[in-house]
């Protein structure tokens, strides 16, 4: 697949992974919004939140899972999770993934 963040997880790029497992990979984006800006992503290509299907729910559940163990190893009490679902919402890179933020106050509503 000729997908950045496919790249990233298999290793293809080289890139500093905070986090691995057999479902999932973590690492710091590259152009931080906040102090902790942690992009968490599952291995299995899957665009966007919109084409997620029932057999992705442990998936999803896992990448919560992995966020909240980052975010405990990041020391953050108060974070934010981020899931932008199409270009209008956000979204620049075509597989779906969480950011995890955290480190500083955020407003809302959201920008
Ligand atoms: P989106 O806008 O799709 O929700 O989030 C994509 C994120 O990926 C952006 O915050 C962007 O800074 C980050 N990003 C794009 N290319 C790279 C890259 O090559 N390496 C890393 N670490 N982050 C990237
Ligand atoms: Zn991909």
Request: one cysteine or more.
């Amino acid at each position: 697949m000729n997908c950045l963040f496919c790249k990233i997880a298999r290793r293809e790029i080289p890139s500093e992974l905070i986090h691995e497992d057999t479902e999932a990979v973590a690492f710091r984006d590259i152009h931080p919004q906040a102090p902790t800006h942690i992009l968490i992503v599952p291995k299995k290509h899957i665009e966007k939140h919109a084409d997620l299907s029932t057999q992705d729910k442990a998936l999803l559940g896992h990448l919560h899972e992995v966020a909240r163990t980052l975010a405990v190893r990041e020391k953050l009490s108060d974070y934010r999770l981020v899931l932008n679902n199409g270009a209008g919402a956000g979204q620049s890179v075509w597989h779906l993934h969480l950011h995890l933020l955290g480190g500083r106050n955020f407003s809302w509503p959201p920008g």
